[in-house]
């Protein structure tokens, strides 16, 4: 599969996950600057489908990402998910502005949700999606989309040198017994 196949596939996915289209479309909604969901969010659905699960895995939460370097205020993420959770009360939101990850990660400051993205600990979770101006998916993929689409576990760049992490998180969220393909590469 090349990158264009892979995208249409987990395209493909999410665009058959009536939920997930749900919560796109009421974060398009708030229109906030630079706003993504990410995560297990893209990730668990398109392992669900690699593993021919006919059921998609719930999600823990909703990982609504966003840019806005004028508001730093953790108030606003909690208003913005506040207003999330009154338009779809059964998802868990989790709001974060990317704008100031970099001090929770102990990096330089991030131009852009991208940017952030691609700092996550996992190159298959550091994936998101959103609807454009013409309501068709917009994936975001730093690290491209292989790993994710091979069920490949691989700590991304940044975490290369801290893999108690990557494991903690493999451990700590089951993903082995979830989903029995995925294989660990470091």
Not at 30 to 50: E, H, K, M, S, T
Not at 159 to 186: C, D, M, T, Y
């Amino acid at each position: 599969m090349d990158e264009e196949e892979r995208r249409a596939f987990v395209t493909s996915v999410i665009e058959g996950h009536k939920e997930a289209l749900d919560c796109l479309s009421i974060l398009k909604k708030l229109n906030l600057p630079d706003a993504w969901i990410g995560g297990g969010f893209v990730r668990n659905p398109v392992w669900d489908r690699l593993h021919g699960y006919e059921i998609f895995t719930p999600l823990n939460d909703v990982d609504v990402l966003f840019f806005d370097s004028d508001d730093l205020s953790k108030d606003t993420e909690g208003l913005i998910q506040a207003n999330l959770s009154r338009e779809l009360p059964e998802a868990a939101w989790s709001v974060k502005n990317q704008a100031r990850m970099h001090l929770h990660n102990g990096d330089a400051p991030y131009e852009n949700t991208e940017q952030a993205v691609a700092r996550w600990v996992e190159t298959a979770t550091a994936v998101a999606v959103r609807l454009d101006e013409n309501d068709k998916l917009e994936l975001c993929a730093p690290h491209g989309l292989e790993d994710l689409t091979s069920l490949v576990l691989c700590p991304t760049l940044a975490f290369k040198q801290n893999l108690a992490v990557f494991q903690g998180r493999i451990e700590s969220k089951e993903w082995l017994k979830l989903w029995p393909k995925l294989r660990i590469i470091l």
